[in-house]
């Protein structure tokens, strides 16, 4: 009996063993994204940004209206002073439309503010409006916004904050005119403030802020859907807009990429069945809108190969009641199993451009929100994520292991790993690890196992958010199902980049105390093995390509003038960033093609330059050096 007793304290202790470790989400130290656009490293200094600057410009007129629905990273430039808000669609849930502004605890470079003291807390973000002239008002101005704490980010705590001020103009201070503490996430909600006689002026301005945590990637608010105009009241509180809400969609079943030859071995068996589109009546009327998606070869330059439906399928968003918040969300599943891309050996990779727009009858107050683009990639590596991490991804302890799940299509030569590791303020990069490969994990098979002579350290990106670790030995894998992964040397956690909008963790497994569990967590570990030597493609949106391609700027360093030269008669708004975020020069490409940058001190400046039809914007760093 007491031998019984003791085999069952010893299977009690076991089994406390193996479910007391655990593996674990952190929040994100940086933001890789923007770090990438901005090519900066994180020693550049990071203070909080001056939004007092006036810029010599022409006031904007009502109405005044941004829903974030860009293909840019930073704020508009024609309608915000500052870069320091990331626009993204990753960290919101469920917007008013796609693409947010969101606030946390970085600046534009998407470092820490203050990455030295991690309890450091204040004031970080802002978003601040160009004067607006309000001298000829004929009835009631208001302001109206939604927001929304956490989304799929870091939870702002009860001390955060996000704040609304407007500028006065007669003492040229910044009065505060709304705030909301912390909170857990919540569905987007709409305020709708005033705007007083007293601010009825000819540089009227209006600012967010944020105050927050100043050592990392946390404490996050979203900000959408912001609209100034006359005429409104309080209880104008519906948009009479139907609009996507999200720009991600994938055709593939399971993968968001595949290389190309792989994909053509099961084109068929390898598509979805269907591509989730949603979509949102904002208003309190139904509407009959018109859903369509394209493909486009060569990523949207090229043909368009399919077009669904034909002929267009017409989809009627039903209203929702004043009573329920949020406003209804009308999701549409086109087939596209009956689909797959051509069979085309000419090239390894291949990138196709899948265009979804709408037509709303009657018509649109804000058409812009209604085509999104996505991109279907077909490089060199599998993978499961979207290429964008909300989270990292860690599990403790000398000699634990990582694993991700893919069943490869054909015999191939594996080469090496891509893996994202998110930089958090511990610096990990002297940690070690070994490379595995498992064709099954229970029992443990390997078929790669790196050399311990060459074990393996993280590096944390500056220009990507992805970074190869090769194989010393490349190793053919016959089609089949493995297991890509490692096995810790040091002792403490590697903090991999964790999708949240995409959930595949029944394929991710660790491995702490000698049994392999599944992961804890809704999401994707940001890894993937790469096949055969291939380059992959770039995927970029056309318009900002063609931007990118027609501008030079030159001389780079530069001591005394900046010159910058269009290929386009396009009209540019062009400024001169330092990297505090502050504005310093301005003109447009109708009035000048250069800088003079004789009284400027030595240092990293970025100078941007942004359509004035289509708002699209591009970035290039210069160095002043004399």
């Not at 792989?262 to 949102?280: E, F, P, Q, R, W």
């Not at 303020?425 to 994990?441: D, E």
Request: aromatic residues 16%; glycine residues 6%.
């Amino acid at each position: 009996m007491i031998k019984k007793i003791h085999i069952l304290f010893a299977i009690f202790l076991f089994c406390t063993s193996v479910f007391s470790q655990k593996d674990t989400l952190y929040d994100l130290g940086m933001n890789n994204t923007l770090r990438a656009y901005y090519n900066t490293h994180k020693n550049l200094p990071n203070p909080i940004y001056s939004t007092s600057a006036q810029h010599k410009k022409a006031a904007l007129t009502l109405p005044f209206l941004d829903d974030f629905s860009q293909n840019n990273i930073y704020p508009n430039g024609v309608l915000w002073e500052d870069i320091n808000v990331y626009i993204n669609s990753n960290f919101p849930d469920n917007p008013i439309s796609y693409g947010v502004a969101t606030f946390d605890g970085l600046d534009s470079t998407g470092t820490p503010y203050n990455f030295a003291l991690p309890n450091s807390y204040g004031p970080a973000d802002t978003l601040t409006s160009r004067a607006i002239d309000l001298t000829t008002i004929i009835d009631s101005v208001f302001l109206s916004f939604y927001y929304q704490p956490q989304g799929n980010g870091n939870k702002p705590e009860a001390k955060d904050s996000l704040r609304l001020e407007f500028f006065r103009q007669s003492d040229s201070t910044w009065i505060r005119m709304w705030g909301v503490q912390g909170s857990p996430n919540h569905p987007f909600k709409k305020v709708m403030i005033p705007v007083g006689t007293s601010f009825h002026n000819n540089e009227f301005q209006f600012r967010f802020m944020n105050w927050a945590t100043l050592s990392g990637n946390v404490d996050h608010w979203h900000v959408d859907y912001i609209y100034l105009n006359e005429n409104r009241n309080y209880t104008d509180t519906a948009l009479n807009d139907v609009s996507f809400i999200t720009n991600h969609h994938n055709m593939l079943k399971e993968l968001t990429g595949i290389p190309w030859e792989h994909y053509m071995t099961d084109s068929i068996g390898l598509m979805d069945t269907a591509m989730t589109v949603i979509y949102k009546n904002n208003h309190s009327s139904q509407y009959t809108v018109f859903y369509q998606y394209d493909i486009i070869t060569n990523n949207g330059s090229g043909s368009t190969i399919e077009t669904y439906p034909s002929p267009i399928e017409s989809k009627t968003v039903n209203a929702y009641s004043s009573l329920i918040e949020p406003q209804a969300v009308y999701k549409t599943s086109p087939f596209v199993n009956d689909f797959s891309f051509p069979s085309d050996f000419s090239t390894q990779t291949k990138v196709f451009q899948i265009r979804n727009y709408l037509s709303v009858s009657p018509n649109d107050f804000h058409t812009k929100n209604d085509t999104v683009f996505s991109y279907q990639t077909f490089g060199s590596y599998y993978a499961y994520d979207d290429g964008s991490a909300e989270n990292g991804y860690g599990v403790q302890g000398i000699g634990s292991k990582l694993a991700h799940e893919f069943n490869i299509k054909k015999d191939d030569t594996l080469t090496a790993f891509q893996i994202y590791f998110n930089p958090i303020q511990n610096n990990l990069s002297g940690q070690t690890f070994r490379l595995k490969v498992w064709s099954s994990l229970n029992p443990e098979v390997e078929v790669y196992s790196q050399a311990a002579t060459l074990f393996t350290n993280p590096v944390y990106s500056n220009t990507n958010e992805f970074l190869i670790y090769n194989l010393d030995v490349p190793v053919i894998l016959n089609a089949g199902t493995y297991y890509f992964g490692w096995e810790k040397i040091s002792g403490e956690f590697l903090n991999v980049g964790w999708d949240v909008n995409t959930n595949n963790n029944s394929k991710v497994y660790f491995n702490a105390v000698g049994v392999w569990q599944n992961a804890s967590f809704s999401g994707t570990l940001m890894l993937r093995p790469v096949f055969g030597n291939i380059v992959d493609p770039v995927v970029s949106v056309k318009d900002n390509k063609t931007l990118l391609d027609d501008f030079k700027v030159y001389p780079n360093p530069s001591s005394n003038v900046l010159y910058f030269k269009s290929n386009n008669n396009k009209n540019y708004d062009i400024q001169l960033i330092d990297i505090y975020g502050k504005i310093i020069i301005e003109t447009t490409s109708t009035i000048s093609n250069k800088f003079d940058v004789s009284n400027l001190a030595n240092g990293i400046y970025i100078i941007r330059f942004t359509n004035n039809n289509s708002y699209n914007s591009i970035l290039k760093k210069i160095i002043i050096s004399k």
